[in-house]
């Protein structure tokens, strides 16, 4: 499916502009269903993002957000996504909204990937919006290059649900919805900044192996148009 890059003269710009976006897009599920869905990605990225979004005028207590990955730590481990979307997204007017973490108090990454994935069940699917992000070596959502379950992670025959990543880059085990969970949202964005990160995106839109640069799975076979968010 073709993408489209929208860039901006500065984080603050993209942010308020994709808060917009969302925002609009959340209230329109919420007219037609009475409900709406976002995955979130973590890192250092949508932490500008998520503070405007938080303070979008909307019906917050009708929207679902979880995470598109999670590292298998405590939501009070400093490298936790459900740290950064606490502090960040789950402020202002969106404290309203129902979170979903990935992270389980289970024994094994495989067992609370497991219990997630019937907790998760309880958002309807597709996604209405999913925010993906991308590291320097062309990872997305926990699709990382050399991943243990990166095939069974990117094949469009794997079920929607949450599986066990691990990986020399990933640093702790991870959780990780699987591509057919996060390809077919209404709107799918990939976010990112710096002129490094364009540089990696040039590079997964060429030719190569999907395994080498996991990004491209979504770039070349998502099913929703990619809306590419940039700024320097
Ligand atoms: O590990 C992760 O990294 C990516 C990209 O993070 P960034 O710090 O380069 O913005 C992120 O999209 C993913 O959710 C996160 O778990």
Same mark, same amino acid.
């Given at each position: +499916?073709?993408?489209? !890059? ?5 984080a603050a ?5 994709l ?5 609009d897009?959340?209230?329109a ?6 409900t709406?869905s976002?995955?979130?990605? /973590?890192?250092s990225?949508?932490?500008? *993002?998520?503070q405007?979004?938080?303070t ?13 990955? =999670?590292? *298998? ?14 502090a960040?997204l ?9 979170? !979903? ?9 495989? =067992?609370?990937?497991r ?9 309807s699917?597709?996604?209405?919006i999913v925010i993906?992000? +991308?590291g ?6 926990? *699709?990382f $290059? ?5 095939a069974k ?5 794997? $079920?929607r649900?949450i ?5 020399? /880059?990933?640093? =702790? ?5 699987? *591509?057919?969970? !996060? =390809?077919?949202?209404a709107l799918l964005? !990939?976010?990112?900044?710096? @002129?490094?990160?364009?540089d990696?995106?040039?590079?997964? @839109?060429g030719?190569?192996?999907e395994a @080498?640069m996991?990004?491209?799975?979504i770039?070349?076979?998502?099913t929703? $148009?990619? @809306?590419?968010?940039w700024? $320097?």
């Amino acid at each position: +499916m073709a993408s489209t !890059l929208h860039s901006f003269a500065s984080a603050a710009d993209l942010a308020g502009s994709l808060a917009d976006k969302v925002a609009d897009s959340l209230s329109a599920a919420i007219a037609a269903r009475g409900t709406a869905s976002i995955a979130v990605s /973590g890192g250092s990225t949508p932490k500008v *993002f998520f503070q405007a979004l938080s303070t979008r005028d909307i019906a917050w207590d009708k929207v679902t957000i979880t995470l598109v990955d =999670e590292r *298998f730590v405590p939501a009070d481990n400093a490298r936790s996504n459900h740290l950064l979307v606490d502090a960040n997204l789950l402020q202002n007017k969106a404290r309203a909204a129902r979170f !979903l973490p990935l992270y389980q108090d289970a024994a094994s990454a495989e =067992e609370a990937a497991r219990i997630a994935t019937e907790k998760t069940k309880a958002i309807s699917s597709p996604f209405d919006i999913v925010i993906l992000g +991308m590291g320097g070596d062309g990872h997305t959502a926990s *699709f990382f $290059p050399g991943g243990s379950n990166l095939a069974k992670a990117l094949d469009a025959s794997t $079920p929607r649900g949450i599986i066990t990543m691990e990986a020399e /880059g990933a640093g =702790e085990p991870r959780l990780t919805f699987t *591509f057919s969970s !996060l =390809e077919d949202a209404a709107l799918l964005v !990939l976010h990112i900044e710096g @002129e490094g990160k364009k540089d990696v995106l040039a590079k997964a @839109e060429g030719s190569g192996d999907e395994a @080498e640069m996991p990004i491209r799975a979504i770039l070349r076979r998502a099913t929703s $148009p990619v @809306e590419i968010y940039w700024a $320097p």
